[in-house]
């Protein structure tokens, strides 16, 4: 497997990129915190991060799951083997991750590029391995983890799908895949459910945040919150610039699916 870095965000925080998802690293006097893992075969990935962080297996304490699709969940059982850290989902999702099977059906967001990319990205998977589950997640509940990490309960792309606020650093909010940024912030490639997407994303809009962090895409490190205010304010107008700016850029779009999956597919052999 070929290397991939950790990226330092913010002190304490560190991006882990594993193929075309993101997992983060919370670190604190109290242990290591990982959210999300990526997709099956990424754990010696994660591991070779924590190495350079100068970390061993052992202080990664905590592992947080955003939502059970396979890849934020494909290689949760093999790093909880090795860390022996304490897995947290919402309940909506817990049945997914303890079996590794029952995955629910997606469509395309709405727009042109994100349906293509949708297409390309977006694999049918029917298992991964099952994970012990140690702690369901309820909206609003204050995680004892890295100083404490608010759970916002964010459904629409998936059903148990869980947002986290950081209060640390003006604010750092997790939006997992509520949307992603990608050619700048939008839509997630898919959703079980747009209309709740849709809301979820209002509430992530009311709050106060410096710093966002996505499973796809890049990390926004100022003003997200105002960004996020002024992307999700009214819904049909960014449906309506989507779609208008979709048709100028289909075909970068193309080009720059096809080198991404050339670049993940590679670091991950």
Known sequence: MGRIGVTSIADGLYVIPVGPVNTFLLDSPDGCALIDTGVSGSAVAILRALHELGKQPRDVRHIIVTHAHPDHIGSLAALKKITAAEVYIHPRDADIAASGAGFRT?????????????????????????????????????????????????????????AF???????????????????????????????????SLKKLAQLDFRVACFGHGQTILHDAGDRFRKTWAAFDAQLERSNAGDRDSLNAARSIAKTSVSRWSSKLE
Not at 172 to 188: E, H, I, K, R
């Open 165 to 199: 606020f950081w209060p640390r650093h003006g604010g750092v909010l997790f939006a997992a895949d509520t949307c992603m940024n990608v050619m700048g912030l939008g839509w997630t490639m898919g959703y079980e459910d747009l209309e709740e997407g849709k809301r």
């Open 106 to 162: 997606m469509s395309p967001a709405p727009g042109l590029v994100t349906g293509l990319m949708f297409q390309m990205f977006v694999r049918p998977v029917e298992t991964v391995e099952p994970a012990t589950i140690e702690h369901h997640v309820q909206t609003e509940e204050l995680l004892p983890i890295a100083g404490g990490l608010t759970s916002i309960h964010v459904p629409g792309h998936c059903a148990g799908q869980l």
